[in-house]
């Protein structure tokens, strides 16, 4: 398998960053993962696995060798009510997503338009309106890059957290995860306690959703939230929201009563980081090439030609205003490089 030599990123990251990497490789089956491994070049270079590109911020060209995931292929396999469904790591989330549904196989639909890869969905187990991959995640399978054996992982061996891992955590850079399994239901249980999906359903005047109105309100939420990459960069919510202690929040509530709050883990209290930008004047503001999105200030933006370092400065100017008048540290949720 060739590695390419100076190779652009700009079509490969949604923020649509102007960069190179120095070697790459398109990966689309696990003998493609021994073969690039088996190269001498490799063991001499950094390494990045890329799924769709639309979680990282590239702040330079990318020196070492980057290996874009690109493993396809669904498997099912019913039993009783349950459904299990294997997905290539490389394989579109929201392909995914849109073929769960017309099945009729329930539980990834208020996921519905998350960008991505299947290979990525556990790596920040990611979530919205609800769900998190960590209710549904049955195992996974990965390469681990100092053997190139395949292991399995189970979802307790994940070590799942909000938009955390085992993969972002200690084993970090140790394995590329080459498919997922899923564990769905014949039978829906849908989830609407979000409040967007309650107010959203009752405006449609549908009082009893099927999956596919799920998936579609919660599709219908996110076009009116989020900036669509393929016109406008960005990487989705730049900030995590932040999980603060009690103690804390009940000092700052006391000063912004209207602030929203919602209850995590070990009687933490987690913030919405959206509101704290907002409030510090943030929100739909233009700096440079750069900015927050009008209609959600946790979403940061390339107006166009934006540099990764101009995103990364703007991203510093929000977190030290936040600091300033809320004593709350913001952490960047998108990875940077
Ligand atoms: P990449 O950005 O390519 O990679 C992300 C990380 O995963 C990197 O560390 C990379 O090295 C690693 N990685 C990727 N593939 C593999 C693999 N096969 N093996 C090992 N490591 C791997 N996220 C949410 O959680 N909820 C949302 O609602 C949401 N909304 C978004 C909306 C928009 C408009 C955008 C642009 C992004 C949004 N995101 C959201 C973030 C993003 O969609 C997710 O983080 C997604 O899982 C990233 O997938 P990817 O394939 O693009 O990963
Ligand atoms: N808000 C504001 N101003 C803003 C943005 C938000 O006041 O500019 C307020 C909203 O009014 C609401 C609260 O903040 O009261 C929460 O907003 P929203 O429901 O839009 O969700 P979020 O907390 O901003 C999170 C995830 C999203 C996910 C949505 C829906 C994080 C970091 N972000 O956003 O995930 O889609 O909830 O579940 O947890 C992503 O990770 O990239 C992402 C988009």
């Known amino acids: 398998m060739p590695l390419l030599e100076n190779y652009s990123l700009k079509q490969l990251n949604t923020f649509g960053i102007n960069v190179n990497a120095k070697l790459f490789a398109n990966i689309t089956s696990e003998e493609d993962l021994a073969e690039v491994f088996s190269n001498p070049l490799v063991k001499e270079n950094k390494l990045l696995v890329l799924g769709g590109g639309s979680n990282m911020l590239f702040t330079r060209d990318y020196d070492g060798l980057v290996l874009k995931v ?103 850079g140790k394995y590329i995860i080459t498919s997922v399994t899923y564990k769905l239901s014949k039978t829906a249980n ?17 009082t009893n959703p099927t999956i596919a109105d799920v998936s579609e309100v919660v599709a219908a939420i996110r076009v009116s939230k989020l900036p669509d990459p393929s016109t406008i960069g960005n990487a989705g919510s730049f900030f995590k929201n932040p999980i603060i202690d009690k103690t804390v929040f009940d000092e700052l509530v006391s000063q912004f009563p209207d602030m929203p709050h919602y209850p995590a883990p070990d009687t933490r209290v987690k913030l919405a980081a ?37 995103v990364y400065r703007f991203s510093e100017k929000i977190i030290n205003t936040v600091q300033q008048k809320f004593g709350v540290l913001l952490e960047r949720e998108v990875n940077i490089l």
């Open 70 to 172: 690109s493993i396809n292929g669904i498997s099912v396999k019913e039993v009783g009510d349950d459904v299990f469904v294997t997905a290539g790591a490389g394989e579109v989330w929201d392909d995914l997503v849109k073929y769960c549904v017309s099945k009729g196989y329930a539980g990834i639909e208020n996921l519905t338009l998350i960008p991505g890869t299947v290979g990525a969905s556990p790596i920040q187990n990611i979530g919205a309106y609800g769900v998190e991959i960590k209710d549904v995640l049955e195992s996974c399978t990965a390469f681990e890059i100092a053997t190139g054996e395949i292991k399995t992982f189970s979802r307790a061996d994940c070590e799942f957290a909000y938009r955390e891992s085992v993969f972002k955590g200690k084993l970090k």
């Open 190 to 206: 849908v989830q609407t306690h979000y409040g967007a999906i309650n107010t959203e359903m009752e405006r449609r005047e549908i």
């Open 274 to 310: 959206g509101w704290l930008i907002e409030a510090c004047g943030f929100k739909g503001i233009v700096d440079g090439n750069t900015g927050t999105w009008k209609n959600q200030a946790l979403v940061l933006v390339n107006h166009g030609g934006a540099t990764g370092q101009e």
